[in-house]
């Protein structure tokens, strides 16, 4: 068995774990807000999630072909194999590293990060596609202030509509309205993440001269929405504590507002084709309508603290491909 052949099933094996682990990493995002406020009980949640992220993954292909087009040209990578394993061993990495500390931080910006950081090692800064790879980071940089001004705008016209109605009441009617809004942003969460694992291994595919097109192949779609959904069933206990109750008191109707917003963002996303954070859309939903309800109950202290990780982790996991990428070349 030829090295070249060994290096794509290498990188095959990291992007199913690096699927599996955003299943506990980023799904968790999905149904905190649910679990909060005790819409769903976190057994139910987590079966829900893990079937709803599934049916979304195996439903669209549009962002996979622009992770494995758009950051980088798989057809003329230099030593291809080698950035895509290093990318890869990268952003898991990064993702273990804030998932054990519960801090709700992005796979999708530790994949292209770590996918710009090992290409630039590889071939230099010319190697990378910059109409797309700017296309891309405009997406990650810009769905996060849509989903906070889109959710401040959804709950204040829920809010209006249900001015004069019983607060218990009212909320007891969105706790069953949550279960239908949680469900929906874990298909379009789906539809997004699961994506990127299927644009890094089409990518190697190419890499490897065993694929021709950037189409991606069935096996690649299912493989990659099944190891999403095994990652999903474990479950993410701490990044739904933190995104779930340390941002702000939830209950039903800001959970219902938050839900809509994020799956709005995250579909319309997936539409044009563009991979977006939706650990970013889902938490900035959330500080958008906790703002519109009351500004003095959203705890600023952990925004902020995601606000930091949400900036360093480009350059962090950029900085962290490229010295993997160095450490493999040299072994290889």
């Known amino acids: 068995m030829d090295t070249l052949l060994?290096?794509?099933?290498?990188?095959?094996?990291?992007?199913?774990?690096?699927?599996?682990?955003?299943?506990?990493?980023?799904?968790?995002?999905?149904?905190?807000?649910?679990?909060?406020?005790?819409?769903?009980?976190?057994?139910h949640a987590i079966i829900m999630a893990a079937f709803m992220n599934f049916l979304g993954a195996m439903t669209f292909t549009g962002v996979a072909k622009s992770i494995t087009k758009d950051i980088a040209d798989p057809f003329t990578l230099?030593?291809?194999?080698?950035?895509?394993?290093?990318?890869?061993?990268?952003?898991?990495?990064?993702n273990l590293l804030t998932w054990y500390y519960g801090i709700p931080s992005s796979s999708s910006h530790a994949l292209i990060g770590s996918i710009a950081g090992a290409v630039i090692a590889s071939a230099g800064f010319g190697a990378l596609n910059y109409s797309g790879f700017i296309k891309i980071i405009?997406?990650?940089?810009?769905s996060p202030i849509l989903a906070f001004v889109l959710g401040y705008i959804v709950?204040?016209?829920?809010?209006?509509i249900f001015r004069n109605n019983n607060l218990a009441k009212t909320n007891k009617q969105f706790r069953r309205v949550q279960i239908l809004t949680a469900a929906l942003q874990s298909y379009t969460h789906g539809t997004n993440d699961a994506q990127k694992a299927m644009g890094i291994i089409t990518m190697a595919l190419i890499a490897g001269n065993l694929h021709?097109?950037?189409?991606?192949?069935?096996?690649?779609?299912?493989?990659c929405a099944l190891a999403m959904g095994l990652g999903t069933s474990i479950g993410g206990w701490k990044i739904i504590k933190t995104v779930g109750g340390k941002i702000m008191k939830i209950r039903p109707v800001n959970g219902v507002s938050a839900d809509l917003t994020g799956a709005a963002i995250i579909f319309g996303a997936?539409?044009?084709?563009?991979?977006?954070?939706?650990?970013?859309v889902i938490s900035s939903s959330i500080l958008g309508v906790g703002s519109a309800h009351r500004v003095?109950?959203?705890?600023?202290?952990?925004?902020?603290?995601?606000?930091?990780?949400?900036?360093?982790?480009?350059?962090?996991?950029g900085t962290l491909g490229a010295l993997i990428y160095f450490v493999l070349n040299a072994i290889l």
């Open 6 to 43: 060994i290096l794509t099933i290498l990188i095959v094996i990291c992007a199913l774990a690096f699927d599996f682990i955003n299943g506990f990493h980023d799904t968790a995002n999905a149904i905190a807000t649910s679990v909060s406020t005790k819409a769903l009980k976190p057994r």
């Open 78 to 94: 230099q030593n291809g194999s080698v950035v895509i394993l290093a990318a890869l061993i990268a952003a898991i990495t990064w």
């Open 138 to 142: 405009q997406a990650l940089l810009l």
């Open 155 to 160: 709950y204040t016209i829920i809010k209006i």
């Open 212 to 223: 021709t097109t950037d189409d991606i192949p069935f096996w690649v779609q299912f493989s």
């Open 270 to 280: 997936t539409f044009i084709h563009l991979p977006v954070s939706t650990t970013h």
């Open 296 to 317: 003095k109950g959203v705890n600023w202290g952990t925004a902020k603290r995601m606000l930091v990780t949400w900036v360093i982790t480009l350059p962090i996991s």
